[in-house]
Structure formats: C-alpha cells, structure tokens
C-alpha cells in the first residue's frame, strides 16, 4: 500500500505493508537510522518518536496509524543539534554507550513540551520504560533540569528559574 507520511516536515510517500513497523520505515526506507531497534515490544523505549508530538514507540507502532500524523524523529529535533536537550546531554555528558540516548532525548523532549519545567516526580513518570543499560539515569535527570532551565524549542517558558537552579552542574 501507498502511505504518505510527514516526518520532520518533509512530506513522503512509501510502499509498504500497512502492517510495518513505523519503525522500519523510518530506518529501511526513509534512511533515518537515529530511531533505534531495542526490544520489539515496547518495552525499552530506544525506538521512541513523537507522533503529534506525543512519545510514541514507533517499534509497535504501524504505519498505517501513523500516516495521518505528523512525525519527529531525533533528525527532527533540531537540524544543527542545538536543541536544548542535546546541549545539556553534551554539557553533563549522558551517554556512555549512547544506544538508547535517542529515545531517552526524544520521551525527554515530549515531557519539556508538556511541562516547561517538570519536578524529579514528573521526569521519573515520563522517562519510566526508557531503559539505559549504562545506567546514566541520574545524569539524564540532571540533563533534563538542565534543558528545561535552557528554554527553547520545547519551552514555552523562555528558559530560567524552576528545578534546573538546583541541579548539578556539568564538569568543566
């Protein structure tokens, strides 16, 4: 079947089964190799995208319900990498691996969109089934504060105040 798709602004068309995997068609047939294949089952959240700019597990997710909305990938989030969330990531220096890092930015970036400013309980609630084999979830938390004290694309506040006054700072 024909589906057309909108993915980080840019409108496609592609022939697949209704049945695929959102996932595989950003992979395979779109080329977007950021969304990553963790688990199958939605359960490790490293194939997380936002679908009408809710965190979606694109790994369970077909295209066919996905044809109809608009779709951001890690490429999305900001064509130069200047998106709040991966600075901090950079400045706190998250990833160790960096396998699940796109889904973990991707929930993340869902969460600043609903809550400018999100409390530790907010962050534990939106990132739980994110899973991190390294074991980086105090520095994501912290990259999080960090982010939302940024402000910026996924802010509506413009940045300061809030959580982020209280968090570890990145080395320097």
Avoid at 85 to 90: D, E, G, I, K, S
Avoid at 110 to 127: E, N, Q, R
Avoid at 143 to 152: D, F, L, Q, S
């Amino acid at each position: 079947m024909s589906f057309k798709l909108t993915v980080n602004g840019k409108s496609s068309t592609v022939d697949v089964p209704a049945e695929m995997p959102l996932l595989w068609v950003l992979r395979d047939v779109l080329n977007l190799k950021g969304t990553k294949f963790g688990c199958g089952i939605a359960q490790c959240g490293a194939c997380t995208v936002h679908i009408n700019g809710k965190a979606t597990r694109s790994c369970i997710t077909p295209v066919s319900a996905a044809a109809k909305g608009n779709i951001t990938t890690i490429e999305g989030l900001s064509a130069e990498g200047t998106h709040p969330l991966q600075v901090a990531w950079q400045d706190i220096d998250v990833a160790q691996c960096g396998y699940c890092q796109a889904g973990q930015i991707m929930s993340a970036a869902a969460l600043l969109a609903a809550k400018p400013h999100p409390t530790d309980a907010d962050i534990d609630s939106a990132m739980n089934g994110n899973i991190c084999r390294c074991g980086t979830y105090l520095r994501i938390k912290q990259a999080i504060h960090k982010a939302a004290g940024m402000g910026g694309p996924s802010s509506t506040s413009g940045g300061g105040g809030g959580p982020a006054q209280h968090v570890h700072q990145e080395r320097e």
